[in-house]
């Protein structure tokens, strides 16, 4: 399988939260052309509508920051020490190579950790907190750090994309790179067929995701659409270790997860639900009891309420450098994105 290149080039985009900058410009090179609007706001969101006109309205949301590291001390030796920007597994941190984005550029850096033939048999047991690793950019002491590196920079593993077998990749942030190309290409989709439904339709690339859905809540109250789709990705529990009488099954492959529960307008899950079965997409459904980790949670309940429903991509391995998603479970939202868009119509709510 060929990955189609708006999904590569987000994948290779480096873009911790808060420092968006090279998803944007991925998204504003492949979206702004075929837009009948386009814009960015204060948070680096960035909006494409199709069909502004249209009724109803109907707003697709995938977040596009991953999880990074932020420099918060320098030594004297001119080791860097950081903070974690997101929800990291702290086992996974040392031995990494990192990219530092500065305003003078790209620096290269590892993360490093006091090695295993130095460690008592008690410490090799314990997982390091984060001021116990460092990163380690091959200087000698701090007057050289400073001269590449500052107080506040960002930075992210350096681990590009790769497809692995067949359909199947492995990159550093699926999370949520996998949503955002699938909000954004199923808009692109129906840019070029807008006879084909009545509605409006805003693909939304949304920032600060990992760090509280914080993106999606000024994106949600300043359009308030009358529906919401939130595109992100979900655990794929059919790897070893996995209990699914705590977390339920979900195959890589399977198709994407559609969710039901509190946070999802029942209007929208049952029409997701029954255009899969319609168009042969395959999915999964997945029960959520709570208010979703996702974008989902903060779109539901903008403004005066909008119908909102979740689509999850199946992924292995995630909030690691190495997250693994099959390809055609990103093809299948795509198309389940189109579908939904081209069922509404005008005077549909989600009233229920």
């Known amino acids: 399988m060929i990955a189609p290149q708006f999904l590569i080039e ?8 808060g420092c968006e900058y090279e998803a944007q410009a991925v998204v ?3 979206m702004e052309p075929v837009a009948d609007h386009y814009r960015k706001d204060i948070m680096g969101n960035r909006f494409a509508s199709i069909n502004p006109e ?5 707003l697709f949301a995938g977040h596009i ?3 990074g590291l932020l420099i918060s001390y320098i030594d004297k030796d001119g080791y860097l020490y950081f903070e974690p920007l997101g929800g990291h597994d702290l086992s996974m941190i040392s031995g990494r190579r990192v990219s530092i984005l500065t305003s003078k550029g790209v620096v290269k850096g590892v993360t490093g950790k006091r090695a295993i033939h130095l460690m008592n048999a008690e410490d090799r047991k314990k997982v390091p907190l984060s001021h116990q690793i460092w990163i380690d950019i091959g200087v000698k002491n701090q007057a050289e750090a400073e001269a590449l590196v500052s107080i506040g920079d960002p930075a992210v593993y350096d681990q590009s994309f790769e497809l692995i077998n067949g ?21 692109r989709r129906l840019a070029e067929a807008k006879d084909a439904f009545q509605a409006k339709v805003i693909g939304v690339a949304t920032t600060q995701e990992e760090i509280g859905t914080r993106g999606a809540i000024t994106a949600a109250h300043s359009e308030n659409p009358n529906f919401a789709i939130a595109v992100d990705v979900g655990h794929a529990t059919d790897s070893p270790d996995c209990d699914n009488r705590k977390y ?6 399977g198709g994407p997860i559609i969710c039901k529960g509190p946070n999802i307008n029942p209007i929208v899950f049952e029409k997701l639900e029954s255009l899969a079965k319609a168009e042969n997409i395959p999915y999964q459904i997945e029960a959520d009891a709570r208010p979703t980790g996702t974008d989902a949670r903060a779109i539901q309940v903008a403004q005066s309420g ?5 689509l999850s991509i199946p992924l292995r391995y995630m909030h690691t450098p190495s997250e693994m998603v099959d390809l055609q479970d990103i093809e299948h939202t795509v198309q389940l994105l189109v579908a939904f868009a081209q069922s509404l119509k005008a005077g549909e709510n989600g009233v229920w």
Do not use: C, H, M
Request: proline share 4%; aromatic share 8%; glycine share 12%.
């Open 10 to 17: 987000l994948l290779d985009a480096r873009s911790p939260t």
């Open 28 to 30: 504003d090179q492949w």
């Open 54 to 58: 249209g009724s109803p309205s109907v």
């Open 65 to 67: 920051d991953e999880l």
């Open 167 to 187: 359909s199947v990749g492995v990159a550093r942030a699926f999370d949520d790179k996998a949503g955002a190309y699938a909000v954004l290409e199923a808009t």
């Open 248 to 253: 339920g099954k979900f195959v890589q492959g």
């Open 306 to 310: 909008i119908a909102t429903g979740l």
